[in-house]
């Protein structure tokens, strides 16, 4: 994380896929930038690895002095395609966020994820809200996004259901 003396810190949306492109660009007109990224488990050909992934796609945070820097000119730096703005000016992040982003990194800087839940497969499972409330079923597996599959017995057959993991119990 780099930052500059006085600054705040504000949000940029990046190009697809062109957060590289926007911290190598921003950094050398003198921004500070935080990038915050996390290891990502990916399969592929029968094989498990990690890849590092920005933890908001996207999205990347600028420190900004706005009575000494130009910050309009982050709006046509290659790579952004915006800075976050509520009008004509840019919105601060809240005191904290980044300081709990920054928390929550390992050694080599990536955000910690949670942990999943602690089911297995075929553990019975409780939905706490939602349209299947109250409804029992079985623990299927994890999907992408942090949402759990679950089997629920709906018109005498199993159908799977993916819903958020805080909006499943254990049974």
């Given at each position: 994380?780099?930052q500059?003396?006085?600054?705040?810190?504000?949000v940029v949306?990046?190009q697809?896929?062109?957060?590289?492109?926007?911290?190598?660009?921003?950094?050398r007109?003198g921004y500070?930038?935080?990038?915050p990224r996390y290891?990502?488990r990916?399969?592929?050909?029968r094989?498990?690895?990690f890849?590092?992934k920005p933890?908001?796609?996207r999205?990347?945070?600028?420190?900004?002095?706005?009575?000494?820097?130009?910050w309009?000119?982050?709006?046509?730096?290659?790579?952004v395609?915006?800075?976050?703005?509520?009008?004509?000016?840019p919105?601060?992040?809240?005191?904290?966020?980044?300081?709990?982003?920054?928390a929550r990194?390992?050694?080599r800087?990536?955000?910690?994820?949670?942990?999943?839940?602690a089911?297995?497969?075929g553990?019975?499972?409780?939905?706490?809200?939602?349209?299947?409330?109250?409804?029992?079923g079985?623990?299927?597996?994890?999907?992408?996004?942090?949402?759990v599959?679950?089997l629920l017995?709906?018109?005498?057959r199993?159908?799977?259901?993916?819903l958020?993991?805080d909006?499943?119990?254990?049974?």
């Open positions: 994380m780099s500059v003396a006085d600054a705040r810190w504000y949306q990046t697809v896929n062109g957060e590289a492109k926007a911290a190598q660009n921003l950094l007109q500070g930038i935080y990038l290891l990502k990916r399969r592929h050909a094989k498990v690895d890849v590092a933890l908001f796609p999205y990347m945070f600028v420190a900004i002095d706005t009575a000494t820097q130009r309009r000119a982050i709006q046509s730096t290659q790579g395609s915006h800075l976050v703005c509520n009008g004509e000016e919105v601060a992040v809240p005191c904290g966020v980044l300081s709990a982003l920054k990194e390992d050694e800087g990536f955000v910690r994820m949670e942990a999943g839940p089911f297995a497969p553990d019975k499972v409780r939905v706490l809200a939602g349209s299947f409330i109250d409804r029992a079985l623990f299927d597996g994890m999907g992408d996004n942090d949402r599959a679950i017995d709906m018109l005498g199993k159908v799977r259901v993916h958020d993991v909006l499943v119990a254990a049974a």
